[in-house]
T-cell receptor, first 116, second 115 residues
Framework: EAQVTQNPRYLITVTGKKLTVTCSQNMNHEYMSWYRQDPGLGLRQIYYSMNVEVTDKGDVPEGYKVSRKEKRNFPLILESPSPNQTSLYFC???????????????FGPGTRLTVL | AQSVTQLDSQVPVFEEAPVELRCNYSSSVSVYLFWYVQYPNQGLQLLLKYLSGSTLVKGINGFEAEFNKSQTSFHLRKPSVHISDTAEYFCAVTHSNFGNEKLTFGTGTRLTIIP
């Protein structure tokens, strides 16, 4: 089954404790992206990657890091989490960066992160 | 820069009644428009998209949307809603930007179906 998986689905942590949220897709997609969803703000892009070893900042990259060492994986790293990073995080992938041409962007089920 | 406005944060509708969820966008270039649905505790799923051509776009689950360039709108409609349509709906816009064709999302509209 074609899918985007994220782990963990739920995470409660404390300020400053490094964490990684994993994202994996099995569709051989080139383009992957991380979004955060906050009430009243919709989804905002954190980072994106157009292929292996190619990543760039989205709209709200501060406090986050990513890596793309393999095509299927795109982990999101919070080196020193803070309470303002409490949010619902979504990983997404698509065949290529041209969303309109390459059909839809597939979303993972989300990771709900709480930073105390 | 592009932006999306969803004026209604919550829309309650009786079952089998029609519904319209409003979306307005702003952009200085040609855009592609999308509607996504998010069911409780799930990720986003594409409902429909407008790329070019016919301004009336049909999507899954009986939804349709009409692109209106003069009014910069892309409203979502369904003639008769079902309990299973209870979800949050997001309008999104993108344009070709030589690379990161990222989606800019609206703030979402929570559709609640009243039995």
């Amino acid at each position: 089954e074609a899918q985007v998986t994220q782990n963990p689905r739920y995470l409660i942590t404390v300020t400053g404790k490094k964490l990684t949220v994993t994202c994996s897709q099995n569709m051989n997609h080139e383009y992957m992206s991380w979004y955060r969803q906050d009430p009243g703000l919709g989804l905002r892009q954190i980072y994106y990657s157009m292929n292996v070893e190619v990543t760039d900042k989205g709209d709200v990259p501060e406090g986050y890091k990513v890596s793309r060492k393999e095509k299927r994986n795109f982990p999101l790293i919070l080196e020193s989490p803070s309470p303002n990073q409490t949010s619902l995080y979504f990983c997404a992938s698509s065949l290529g960066p041209r969303l309109a041409l390459y059909n839809e962007q597939f979303f993972g089920p989300g990771t709900r992160l709480t930073v105390l | 820069a592009q932006s999306v406005t969803q004026l209604d944060s919550q829309v309650p509708v009786f079952e089998e009644a029609p519904v319209e969820l409003r979306c307005n966008y702003s952009s200085s270039v040609s855009v592609y428009l999308f509607w996504y649905v998010q069911y409780p505790n799930q990720g986003l799923q594409l409902l429909l998209k407008y790329l070019s051509g016919s301004t009336l776009v049909k999507g899954i689950n009986g939804f349709e949307a009409e692109f209106n360039k003069s009014q910069t709108s892309f409203h979502l409609r369904k003639p008769s809603v079902h309990i299973s349509d209870t979800a949050e709906y997001f309008c999104a816009v993108t344009h070709s930007n030589f690379g990161n064709e990222k989606l800019t999302f609206g703030t979402g509209t929570r559709l609640t179906i009243i039995p």
